[in-house]
């Protein structure tokens, strides 16, 4: 909202007007947290345009998801394009089509390769820079160094945690382009000085789009990713099974219906965890394969090594992994595992290649078909639906959106709803609810994270649960914690 569509504000006269974020918030701003993904955010304000300002349709958003999301769509595409390439480089050109394959039926790469977010343009780069850099080796040429240098800029401004996957890129860039010992003077590399170059142009890029961001630095370093206990083989075993199959090995909310895990998978759990073997197996084989060959077993540390560290880092610092962290790099790994099986097409056991494929691509549908059911006939988080649970009139524009009062406290969301009044404190919320009810007219409340809302708003949650002022929510759960929404509304 703050960086693609704008605020909608409630004047005097209770009409509503959109006031559109400046270029400059959408690019730079960094006061709200980490939490803007740049290139999304550009790319996703382009290809939305303008909000829809008209009062006539008043069961309409103002905005379109489906134009927000363009971007990640076209990435998620070209990740699978990418993917493949980097499979017929790294020697394995009858393994495109498998990798192709695995992840156009991939629920986690389905869902995050369309989310609003900037994990699909990560998903989709990183391979695509790792192209560009093999390529750049192999023939000296300014025209792949070039790319490969502005892709890293891109990668940056895409999401921040790409740092994991381009410290070890370039650290393999610089030790392949020196070619010691053929090379023993790095002064007379050629090729190192060409990677140089095309770093140097990376990172004059890089330098001068964040130079504004430079006073903001200080508060987004200190507001950044949050410390608190959790459990990190839990999140080391659910990245294990997400990887091959999408689907979580540890159940992350019990009471929620969408919480499925891989022992609930139909048609029998024993085929999800044949893919899971059958997925890191091939990881594996494509590592030996990778460490077999002098000059590409560099490559292995870059396709495998960035979720590691991640993982390792965070164990060390005690920051919070959300199991979504690893997702950018997910091509990479679906890379490795595709590495394998075109080396097996290519060899003289072909019969026996192609059948185990053609099984994996009857066993893969039948695994994945379940969770992507849920993906797709569920939001991730269900805002459109609850807000209509509320409101009938969804269109701030519309002159009937004051109908039904809602209180804004905790968790709520000022795209969807931006009619809703805001409480910041128990008193605050108190004082609205009051003034609503001498109006007559319904009053709800949409929020979600109970926990966490009780602890900070402990007297408004004591009114919500009292049965005899607030009727029993009505529940609609989302497809990650802490995404289920929750509808109170006042009794009459």
């Not at 009409?15 to 400046?22: A, E, G, R, T, V």
């Not at 709200?32 to 955010?41: A, D, E, I, K, T």
């Not at 090995?249 to 965890?273: D, V």
Request: proline fraction near 8%; hydrophobic fraction near 50%.
């Amino acid at each position: 909202r703050r960086y693609v569509i704008g605020h909608v504000y409630r004047m005097e006269d209770d009409s509503f007007i959109l006031k559109p974020p400046m270029w400059r918030k959408t690019i730079w701003d960094w006061h709200n947290g980490p939490s803007n993904q740049v290139l999304f955010s550009i790319l996703s304000r382009i290809a939305h345009g303008p909000a829809d300002l008209s009062p006539n349709d008043p069961e309409s958003f103002y905005f379109s998801e489906w134009k927000v999301r363009l971007p990640s769509f076209f990435a998620g595409v070209g990740a699978i394009f990418a993917t493949g390439w980097l499979v017929w480089l790294l020697g394995a050109p009858r393994g495109a089509p498998i990798a192709g394959f695995f992840l156009a039926l991939h629920p986690m790469f389905i869902r995050y390769g369309t989310e609003a977010r900037g994990y699909a343009l990560m998903m989709f780069l990183a391979p695509l820079a790792i192209c560009f850099l093999i390529r750049a080796l192999q023939s000296g040429r300014l025209r792949w160094w070039i790319p490969f240098g502005a892709t890293q800029f891109l990668l940056l401004t895409a999401y921040f945690g790409s740092v994991y996957f381009l410290v070890p890129l370039n650290l393999v860039a610089i030790w392949l382009a020196w070619d010691f010992p053929k090379t023993r003077n790095p002064l007379r590399s050629g090729q190192l000085w060409r990677y140089t170059g095309s770093t140097l142009f990376g990172a004059m890029l890089t330098i001068q789009f964040f130079l504004p961001n430079l006073l903001q630095l200080p508060a987004y370093l200190e507001g950044g990713r949050l410390n608190q206990p959790i459990d990190y083989s839990v999140w080391a075993q659910d990245t294990a099974v997400l990887w091959p199959t999408g689907t979580p090995l540890h159940e992350w909310e019990p009471e929620n219906p969408n919480s499925l895990t891989i022992s609930e998978l139909a048609p029998a759990p024993a085929l999800a965890w044949l893919i899971v073997a059958t997925f890191w197996g091939g990881v594996i084989l494509g590592l030996v394969l990778l460490l077999r060959r002098a000059w590409w077993r560099w490559f292995s540390i870059v396709l495998i090594g960035p979720v590691l560290w991640m993982f390792l880092q965070a164990c060390g610092s005690g920051l919070v992994l959300y199991p979504w962290y690893s997702v950018g790099f997910l091509t990479t790994g679906v890379a490795l595992f595709a590495l394998p099986w075109g080396r097996l097409l290519r060899s003289g056991r072909r019969i026996p290649a192609a059948s185990a494929i053609l099984a994996l691509a009857v066993i893969v549908p039948l695994v994945s078909h379940q969770n992507l059911k849920l993906i797709c006939k569920n939001s991730v988080e269900p805002l459109a639906e609850s807000t209509r649970e509320i409101r009938r009139v969804v269109n701030p524009f519309h002159p009937e959106i004051d109908e039904v009062w809602t209180i804004s406290f905790h968790h709520y969301s000022r795209l969807y709803d931006p009619a809703g009044i805001v409480a910041k404190t128990d008193d605050e919320f108190l004082a609205i609810l009051q003034e609503a009810e001498a109006t007559g007219k319904p009053v709800a409340i949409n929020t979600a994270h109970l926990d966490w809302g009780r602890t900070h708003f402990p007297g408004t949650f004591a009114l919500l649960d009292d049965r005899t002022k607030f009727e029993e929510p009505v529940v609609f759960p989302g497809l990650q914690q802490p995404c289920t929404r929750f509808v109170y509304r006042r009794l009459r």
